[in-house]
């Protein structure tokens, strides 16, 4: 009687529990495949605020009876103004957001045009010594910044931003007839942001949002020196800030 009791006690919570795991299934299926978001192609133009900060040291090579050097230095610019298009494709998934954004252009990473004087004391294939001042001018600007990102509603109009970025380096320094010079580089980096979207009527949308990018380390090896066995090195990261306001076309 008790083992009786014991299975059909069991059955029916082996019953309850399905129903339990049935109702569930149903549930997330209601919200995974009977959205409320419509698909949609997007394209449209952002503008933006942008604070472009980097922080970077070169180290200059010993030479024959010298000592190496490091330099370092924090650099930012601030206001930057920024425009960039972009193309989306908007699923009917929970609204979950695919796109990519490109800004055409160049910004200066400082204000202002960093400057130095070297004492030159050798140089390659010349027995004299030699004490002559070199002076260095150099001003970094960034350009063809690059963003693949996704988008992920999380509270009524509210999302969340993340992506993977790419940007170039131009190093831009003005050198001596015996210095040695940089060449440019692409950085890769990821961002992230959070901000509120909308529409404005059937086919017009607005989003308005902050974003983050940040850059893994740049390395940049000098070339031409006055001693050839002598390089100066560089090293830097780089971040971007933009508040960014974008309209686009819903097909």
Request: proline content about 1%; charged content about 20%.
């Amino acid at each position: 009687m008790a083992r009786s009791i014991l299975i059909l006690t069991l059955r029916r919570k082996y019953i309850y529990m399905k129903k339990i795991i049935v109702a569930l299934t149903a549930m997330f299926m209601t919200f995974a495949f009977t959205s409320v978001y419509a698909a949609s192609f997007n394209i449209g133009v952002t503008g933006a605020i942008a604070k472009v900060s980097a922080d970077g040291s070169e180290v200059t090579g010993a030479g024959d009876s010298g000592a190496a050097n490091t330099n370092s230095a924090s650099v930012e610019h601030k206001n930057v103004p920024l425009g960039s298009y972009y193309l989306e494709y908007e699923s009917d998934f929970w609204g979950i957001t695919l796109g990519f954004e490109h800004t055409p252009g160049s910004a200066d990473v400082s204000s202002s045009v960093k400057s130095r004087q070297d004492i030159e004391g050798s140089v390659t294939g010349d027995e004299t010594s030699n004490t002559g001042t070199r002076d260095f001018k150099a001003q970094a600007e960034v350009e063809n910044y690059t963003n693949f990102y996704v988008e992920i509603p999380v509270y009524n109009s509210i999302f969340v931003r993340a992506g993977m970025a790419d940007i170039d380096v131009n190093t831009l320094e003005v050198k001596s007839s015996n210095g040695g010079s940089y060449g440019n580089a692409g950085v890769q980096g990821t961002n992230y942001g959070v901000g509120f979207k909308g529409d404005l009527t059937d086919n017009l949308a607005y989003k308005f949002f902050y974003e983050k990018t940040d850059f893994d380390s740049l390395s940049l090896t000098s070339t031409g020196n006055s001693v050839t066995a002598e390089t100066n090195k560089v090293t830097a990261d780089l971040d971007v800030e933009s508040i960014k306001f974008a309209i686009g076309y819903k097909f």
